[in-house]
């Protein structure tokens, strides 16, 4: 279970299939369709996507900061037929923006759930403001893939940093081993993770380049998500990530599939930035 909260009288309620949590400065919402109801992958990721910027443009809450995709049987089907491929195809057809040098989404994660499930779920974070979107100098920024990823790239950005109360936020999104546009480490859990972090550390060293006066820190404040394919594996990365990520972070381990079928594990998060490091 996760539990956001929000100072302020809180407003419930839904509007078309989307659900939502209003604060005076941030929104919650999530959209679940039924892919039995809703019928292919690609319709459905393009009606969530409808719904969820139909719903932005009447809200007092405009922007969304971070972005999560709960997608079913996310590596199944072959080519430009696997259910990620086709689920960014849907998005990319609800956004149709021409990304140019900007990242037309905030930060986010997709993530596989099991098979079975019958719902695409979507969950977002909205502010009245926009956040500063950071990408890893490390990476390829993720929507300008090559074709080889699919017929759409996927469109999100590596990070948003959002002012919340007079401080900064940094909401990390799904990080894997991939450097470029390439999984690094392929079949090697120990060492994806060590990339994760690295990703994860350099995507930081940027947004404080971009902010200049302040610093994401990886400290008892913040808390990192490590998602894991295979639960056999949850042992050694736990191991590693004790190892070689502060101790005084939180983390949460939750088994799910990642988007790539040679990554075995991913990890987002939510630090906070401090001033003047």
């Known amino acids: 279970m ?3 909260q929000c100072a302020g009288p809180i407003k419930t309620g839904s509007w078309d299939l989307l659900r939502f949590a209003q604060g005076e400065q941030l929104t919650m919402g999530h959209i679940a369709l039924d ?3 809703e019928g292919d992958m ?3 990721s393009r009606k969530a996507y409808d719904i969820l910027q139909s719903y932005l443009q009447q809200s007092p809450h405009q922007w969304p900061l971070k972005i999560w995709n709960y997608i079913p049987g996310i590596n199944q089907g072959t080519g430009d037929e696997e259910l990620y491929r086709q689920f960014c195809l849907g998005r990319a057809e609800a956004v149709l923006i021409d990304p140019g040098d900007r990242p037309p989404l905030p ?25 500063l979107d950071v990408e890893n100098p490390r990476q390829v920024s993720a929507w300008r893939y090559p074709r080889q990823y699919g017929p759409k790239s996927p469109l999100f950005s590596r990070g948003t940093i959002f002012r919340l109360n007079g401080s900064h936020q940094f909401l990390i999104s799904g990080t894997a081993s991939v450097v470029g546009h390439q999984t690094h480490h392929e079949n090697q859990v120990a060492n994806q993770v060590s990339e994760s972090l690295r990703n994860i550390r350099s995507l930081l060293e940027e947004g404080h380049r971009l902010m200049r006066d302040s610093h994401a820190i990886l400290d008892s404040d913040g808390v990192l998500k490590v998602y894991v394919r295979n639960p056999g594996d949850l042992e050694l990365i736990q191991r590693t990530l004790d190892k070689e990520a502060p101790a005084e972070i939180q983390k949460i381990y939750l088994q799910g599939d990642i988007c790539r079928e040679n990554l075995l594990t991913e990890i987002d998060g939510i630090v906070n930035c401090r001033s003047g490091e």
């Open 42 to 44: 690609r319709k459905t």
């Open 2 to 4: 996760e539990v956001w």
């Open 35 to 37: 892919l039995r109801v």
């Open 107 to 131: 930060a986010a994660t997709a993530i596989g759930a099991p098979a079975g499930e019958p719902a695409l779920q979507v969950y977002f974070l909205a502010a009245a403001l926009p956040g």
